[in-house]
């Protein structure tokens, strides 16, 4: 199946000159969606993955089926101020400016093998920053799954430690 046909391209938005990749009618075509999620479990099949972490908000669109689907459980990594419990908070820069995520504490175990599931590789500065958190609270990174990944952004490089798997490329 040819995932891009279900990914719609909005021009000039959120403004002038990009070209948006709007997920929804992927996740609205029933087919689509679940043939993606699968692609998914199955480049994790071997990587003894123990749970998914999904980065705000729509890697919980992409991690929550993809983890109910392996029988594992899923962690949300959230801006900060949205999770209730103890956090590990984790600042990375931007272009102008900082940004921080936060994780519960208590939800990565030491030694865990997690994967990281999210929408979109960009420049790869969220999913660095929350490879980190990850390995602040003694997890193993062993995986970045994206349905798309920009390749002109090269975030690529900045997870180049790690195995990432994208489904589309643009």
């Not at 679940?34 to 099949?45: C, P």
Request: charged content about 30%.
């Amino acid at each position: 199946m040819n995932l891009k046909d279900s990914i719609r391209e909005i021009k000039d938005f959120p403004k002038p000159g990009i070209g948006f990749k709007d997920i929804t009618t992927l996740l609205s075509n029933g087919e689509a969606f679940k043939f993606a999620v699968d692609e998914i479990i199955a480049d994790l099949k071997d990587k003894n993955v123990d749970i998914i972490v999904g980065p705000e908000a729509r890697g919980f669109l992409m991690g929550t089926p993809v983890a109910y689907g392996m029988g594992i459980g899923f962690v949300p990594v959230r801006k900060p101020g949205k999770l209730p419990g103890e956090t590990e908070k984790f600042e990375y820069g931007l272009e102008y400016g900082t940004d921080t995520l936060e994780i519960h504490k208590d939800s990565i175990k030491p030694g865990q093998r997690v994967a990281i599931v999210d929408d979109l590789l960009a420049t790869g500065g969220t999913m660095e920053a929350a490879a980190k958190l990850i390995e602040k609270l003694g997890g193993e990174v062993v995986s970045m799954q994206f349905l798309i990944e920009l390749e002109e952004l090269n975030g690529r490089d900045k997870v180049s430690q790690y195995h990432v798997n994208s489904l589309v490329k643009y």
